[in-house]
């Protein structure tokens, strides 16, 4: 069991950078594939970025390649989604999930675990 809790959303004007971190407790998260999605309103949930297990590997959602960055710290159990030149589109809740699956990373179906998640606003 792996229970995930989201922080650093807020609001912040266009062109501004937020870090989120996804705190992790429970076994094993060095063991997990971590993402970050997002829903935006009346949106459904859609994949941002994530990052394998031994963080060798990442990947991105087309819109914030180039303006994200996921990190991992396993010392600390925590997942960073660093977010730079934000857009007004970027407006969400952004949510943490872990899994044990590395194949994709981009599908939802791959994460067993989700955080509460944490609102990012974007004001133009």
């Known amino acids: 069991q792996v229970q995930l809790v989201e922080s650093g959303g807020g609001l912040v004007q266009a062109g501004g950078s937020l870090r989120l971190s996804c705190a992790a407790s429970?076994?094993?998260?060095?063991?997990?594939?971590m993402g970050w999605f997002r829903q935006g309103p009346g949106k459904e949930r859609e994949f941002v970025a994530a990052?394998?297990?031994?963080?060798?590997?990442?990947r991105y959602a087309d819109s914030v390649k180039g303006r994200f960055t996921i990190s991992r710290d396993s010392a600390r159990n925590t997942v960073y989604l660093q977010m730079n030149s934000l857009k007004p589109e970027d407006t969400a809740v952004y949510y943490c999930?872990?899994?044990?699956?590395?194949?994709?990373?981009?599908?939802?179906?791959?994460?067993?675990?989700w955080g509460q998640g944490t609102q990012v606003t974007v004001s133009s």
């Open positions: 999930a872990a899994g044990l699956s590395s194949y994709s990373m981009a599908n939802r179906d791959e994460y067993s675990y």
């Open positions: 429970g076994r094993s998260f060095s063991s997990y594939a």
């Open positions: 990052i394998s297990w031994s963080g060798d590997r990442t």
